[in-house]
């Protein structure tokens, strides 16, 4: 029988009344400033300072990351935002965001029909094959966030239509224990 030794600690949550703060979202993020530099393969709000979004989304999103504390058995902040949208020919390469904590991804503007979700490395080689393990996240549409370790590689393949899509990435830091934060005081 099967005997895991490990479970991978992702998560994934569908935001309610989603239409109505799809909206107020992207009223929001229109008047963002995007920027595209000759590095990105995408545009984002990342490097944009005063994103009004953020109140807004750490708001509504306030259940779900309690709901998500309670699951992960952490108790985390979100620390910041930022949207990233992809246009025809965009993608984005492999990266991970961090060592530790927890990265969400919430899907604003997403066609399951033509868009792809971020595609996950697990940390491991299969054993069986010595191959790289991939794998997508299921049932991904508008609304829903997907929760990872920050340490998963993940990437976008290139959007191949003209319709845009958009995400929100945030990453959240769980508070550490006493002796560990100590232990960081010390060292630095
Ligand atoms: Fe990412």
């Not at 009344?17 to 709000?45: A, H, P, S, V, Y």
């Not at 708001?59 to 779900?64: G, N, R």
């Not at 029909?113 to 991904?140: E, F, G």
Request: charged share 25%; with cysteine.
């Amino acid at each position: 029988m099967k005997a895991p030794l490990f479970e991978y600690p992702s998560f994934l949550y569908e935001v309610s009344d989603w239409e109505f703060k799809k909206k107020g979202l992207l009223n929001r993020i229109n008047k963002q400033k995007f920027i595209r530099t000759e590095l990105q393969t995408f545009e984002t709000d990342r490097q944009t300072a005063g994103k009004t979004y953020v109140n807004y989304l750490s708001v509504f999103l306030e259940d779900i990351l309690d709901e998500f504390c309670q699951e992960a058995r952490v108790t985390c902040s979100m620390t910041d935002a930022w949207c990233v949208r992809y246009h025809k020919g965009d993608h984005q390469d492999i990266h991970n965001h961090r060592g530790w904590g927890f990265s969400g991804v919430l899907y604003v503007e997403f066609d399951p029909q033509v868009h792809k979700p971020a595609c996950y490395m697990a940390p491991w080689q299969d054993p069986r094959s010595d191959t790289t393990y991939l794998t997508y996240p299921q049932n991904i549409k508008e609304g829903t966030l997907f929760i990872s370790p920050s340490f998963t590689h993940h990437y976008v393949s290139p959007v191949n239509v003209r319709k845009p899509r958009t995400v929100i990435s945030f990453d959240l830091l769980p508070s550490l224990s006493t002796h560990q934060t100590e232990r960081i005081v010390n060292e630095s």
